[in-house]
């Protein structure tokens, strides 16, 4: 029997498991099993058993009546322990905090993961009308700032496989076209930062720069501010800092 042989079931196993976790950390709240059998599509007998064992290992948990499921508290300690356990994490905590010092709007840190970004920290706004996020939250690359900053240290052709030609809308602003984003790459990297104009929430603005620790780029960091408040002085003045954080903190991540 060769290798693939007596692994593949194991292999397979570990998959489903995988996916279901995915499937439930994309979905909040708690879902009947008819519903994740429909959307994962395995058969339904060996779906309940894994649900089950998943349920017992704290990975999975079920409502009061245990005929529907959500994702359990394990996989927010495995969640923190990526965060706690990270250098560039570690490495940017004094940029985040002076940076939202100076600019007194939400700060975000976030990685590219596939053709989405992820937020491994943030730090909240100083005023009262501020965004909502949350750490390990995922949007669509093409329609964030922090996104399109990683995207635009990528080559046009990178892109062109890492996208489809056909972008999913967040907003009415959101950029749906691939090409018409590979246009804006290029004027991200003329100017060293992206922008976000309402494009992943109305209402909401973003400026982010890439941190070129490694080639291309994998974090990024951005400031988010509602449009209400962004006046072009006040822009500027992001701008300049975001420019400086991002100095500032590739120095710190040098060594990684």
């Given at each position: ?16 498991t995988v996916e279901l976790l995915e499937y439930f950390a994309a979905r909040p709240g708690m879902h009947s099993l008819g519903d994740v059998q429909q959307a994962v599509g ?215």
């Open positions: 029997m060769g290798v693939a042989d007596a692994g593949g079931g194991q292999v397979k196993s570990a998959v489903r395995y058969p339904k007998s060996s779906l309940y058993m894994l649900l089950r064992t998943l349920t017992e290992l704290g990975w999975v948990e079920t409502d009061g009546t245990g005929t529907r499921y959500g994702i359990g508290v394990r996989a927010l300690l495995v969640g923190t322990s990526y965060i706690d356990g990270d250098e560039v994490v570690a490495a940017a905590r004094p940029t985040l905090d002076r940076l939202a010092d100076d600019t007194t709007e939400t700060i975000h840190l976030a990685r590219l993961d596939g053709v989405n970004i992820v937020y491994l920290a943030t730090r909240q706004s100083q005023h009262y009308l501020r965004p909502f996020t949350r750490v390990g939250r995922r949007l669509p690359a093409h329609a964030t700032a922090l996104g399109k900053a990683l995207l635009a240290t990528y080559p046009d052709e990178a892109v062109r496989k890492l996208l489809p030609e056909s972008l999913a809308p967040l907003t009415e602003h959101t950029v749906t076209d691939r090409e018409q984003l590979i246009e804006e790459l290029h004027g991200v990297r003329e100017r060293g930062y992206a922008l976000d104009r309402e494009e992943s929430t109305l209402g909401l603005r973003c400026l982010g720069v890439a941190i070129p620790y490694r080639t291309p780029a994998r974090d990024a960091i951005s400031c988010s501010v509602p449009v209400a408040r962004l006046t072009p002085g006040h822009e500027q003045g992001i701008r300049e800092a975001l420019l400086d954080a991002r100095d500032r903190l590739t120095l710190a991540t040098r060594h990684l």
